[in-house]
């Protein structure tokens, strides 16, 4: 191996590049491939030291990239890189020694792709990185880890989203360049939605929303910020629609409990909005549109999960329920002041009367409407007086217009309670 990279420069030096840079590719192969099996095959040596030896192979061979700016050294690299871990120790379970080094492999060969314009070597980091994330979260992972692999997902999202290229600013750069390193952007913001999907599907992994929905957080803000900085027209919609599903998974595969339905209706406002709040900071921006466009998906989303799932006979108490109805309405509302989103004002009253409705069909019998039903039937006039007063406040003539629609079909809707 090291026979091959010293004769390699010997061959450059005859002005052969193409054969010098495979000449050094084949000596970084043989060398790894020597370590492994001075371990694996031969027992000669141990993991740390294997697992040290093939990282300077790393390093050596990214210094040698840079210094001949050859992509195919540094994609040789980069794959050995990747499989040491793999090689050295395929059935160890140590997140943080491993993520560690991932996030440093990553920062170096980030660095190296923004440095040499090579968008390619970036594409091959995500996969690289999200085949050790898919092995160590689906394989290991259990529910006294799940804080590590939210981190882990977190910390890589922002990797990738920060060590890329800040804007598109050199003239030679062409549409398949900025198209690559637009996918590797998206692509690390949006493959841990991919995880946290799998998460939320599993309830022995997220018996309680709030560290789920962290990330999520952490992820849409990502992706707003993201579309913010580059004109990225699908980024933000796209994370709001993961956002609803992943959270419609969670609803649907865990036992809803009062305390549960408290903790979720919580969750679901503050997803909302933030969303909302985004959305309101690039009100006279360009990319108000999609932002706009993602907190119109996700709230109404939301708001519509949360009616439907309210039949649920293990969270029978009304409170919960009428908190994240309540927060999801008001949001809703506060996005529907600009008169072109008035309509949504319809959104919310005929939400909160369906919410009522079906809540009183489905638990009418288990919570003694019948003995002692004041204090539902004063929620459901508050309900209709609120919507009425709306309608009464507002001056702007579409807005008042969409606000007595929202107040008759309020009103009638709940009739049939």
């Given at each position: 191996?090291?026979?091959?990279?010293?004769?390699?420069?010997?061959?450059?030096?005859?002005?052969?590049?193409?054969?010098?840079?495979?000449?050094?590719?084949?000596?970084?192969?043989?060398?790894?491939?020597?370590?492994?099996?001075?371990?694996?095959?031969?027992?000669?040596?141990?993991?740390?030291?294997?697992?040290?030896?093939?990282?300077?192979?790393?390093?050596?061979?990214?210094?040698?990239?840079?210094?001949?700016?050859s992509l195919l050294i540094a994609v040789l690299g980069l794959m050995g890189g990747f499989a040491t871990p793999l090689l050295v120790a395929p059935q160890a379970d140590q997140p943080l020694t491993l993520f560690t080094y991932v996030l440093i492999l990553d920062a170096v060969l980030?660095?190296?792709?923004?440095?040499?314009?090579?968008?390619?070597?970036?594409?091959?980091?995500?996969?690289?990185?999200?085949?050790?994330?898919?092995?160590?979260?689906?394989?290991?992972?259990?529910?006294?880890?799940?804080?590590?692999?939210?981190?882990?997902?977190?910390?890589?999202?922002?990797?990738?989203?920060?060590?890329?290229?800040?804007?598109?600013?050199?003239?030679?750069?062409?549409?398949?360049?900025?198209?690559?390193?637009?996918?590797?952007?998206?692509?690390?913001?949006?493959?841990?939605?991919?995880?946290?999907?799998?998460?939320?599907?599993?309830?022995?992994?997220?018996?309680?929303?709030?560290?789920?929905?962290?990330?999520?957080?952490?992820?849409?803000?990502?992706?707003?910020?993201?579309?913010?900085?580059?004109?990225?027209?699908?980024?933000?919609?796209?994370?709001?629609?993961?956002?609803?599903?992943?959270?419609?998974?969670?609803?649907?595969?865990?036992?809803?409990?009062?305390?549960?339905?408290?903790?979720?209706?919580?969750?679901?406002?503050?997803?909302?909005?933030?969303?909302?709040?985004?959305?309101?900071?690039?009100?006279?921006?360009?990319?108000?549109?999609?932002?706009?466009?993602?907190?119109?998906?996700?709230?109404?989303?939301?708001?519509?999960?949360?009616?439907?799932?309210?039949p649920t006979r293990s969270a029978s108490q009304l409170w919960p329920w009428l908190a994240g109805w309540s927060a999801q309405a008001a949001l809703l509302l506060w996005h529907a002041q600009d008169r072109h989103r008035a309509p949504l004002q319809l959104v919310t009253g005929l939400?909160?009367?369906?919410?009522?409705?079906?809540?009183?069909?489905?638990?009418?019998?288990?919570?003694?409407?019948?003995?002692?039903?004041?204090?539902?039937?004063?929620?459901?006039?508050?309900?209709?007086?609120?919507?009425?007063?709306?309608?009464?406040?507002?001056?702007?003539?579409?807005?008042?217009?969409?606000?007595?629609?929202?107040?008759?079909?309020?009103?009638?809707?709940?009739?049939?309670?």
């Amino acid at each position: 191996g090291l026979a091959c990279l010293f004769g390699s420069e010997w061959v450059r030096g005859r002005r052969q590049p193409w054969a010098a840079n495979a000449m050094a590719g084949a000596g970084v192969v043989i060398l790894y491939a020597a370590i492994w099996a001075a371990q694996h095959l031969y027992q000669l040596i141990s993991a740390p030291p294997a697992f040290v030896v093939m990282a300077l192979i790393t390093v050596a061979c990214g210094t040698l990239a840079l210094a001949r700016q050859s992509l195919l050294i540094a994609v040789l690299g980069l794959m050995g890189g990747f499989a040491t871990p793999l090689l050295v120790a395929p059935q160890a379970d140590q997140p943080l020694t491993l993520f560690t080094y991932v996030l440093i492999l990553d920062a170096v060969l980030l660095w190296l792709a923004r440095r040499q314009r090579w968008p390619v070597l970036a594409i091959l980091c995500l996969v690289g990185t999200a085949v050790h994330q898919s092995l160590w979260i689906i394989g290991h992972m259990d529910a006294e880890r799940l804080l590590i692999g939210l981190v882990v997902l977190a910390v890589f999202a922002l990797a990738f989203l920060l060590l890329g290229p800040a804007r598109h600013t050199t003239e030679q750069e062409g549409g398949t360049e900025q198209a690559l390193w637009r996918w590797c952007r998206a692509g690390g913001v949006l493959l841990p939605f991919v995880f946290a999907l799998h998460m939320a599907g599993t309830a022995r992994l997220t018996a309680h929303p709030t560290p789920l929905a962290v990330l999520l957080l952490m992820l849409s803000i990502c992706a707003c910020w993201q579309a913010r900085r580059q004109p990225e027209p699908l980024l933000a919609p796209v994370a709001a629609g993961a956002t609803l599903g992943i959270m419609t998974l969670w609803f649907m595969t865990h036992t809803l409990t009062v305390p549960l339905v408290w903790e979720a209706a919580a969750v679901c406002a503050g997803l909302a909005l933030a969303y909302a709040v985004m959305a309101k900071l690039a009100l006279n921006d360009d990319v108000w549109p999609q932002l706009s466009a993602a907190q119109l998906i996700l709230g109404i989303g939301l708001f519509v999960l949360l009616v439907l799932a309210s039949p649920t006979r293990s969270a029978s108490q009304l409170w919960p329920w009428l908190a994240g109805w309540s927060a999801q309405a008001a949001l809703l509302l506060w996005h529907a002041q600009d008169r072109h989103r008035a309509p949504l004002q319809l959104v919310t009253g005929l939400g909160m009367a369906a919410g009522l409705l079906l809540f009183a069909a489905s638990h009418y019998a288990s919570l003694g409407f019948r003995h002692e039903p004041s204090l539902y039937l004063a929620v459901v006039m508050i309900t209709a007086v609120v919507f009425q007063a709306l309608g009464l406040l507002t001056k702007q003539v579409k807005p008042q217009l969409w606000a007595n629609h929202t107040a008759s079909a309020t009103a009638l809707t709940l009739l049939l309670v």
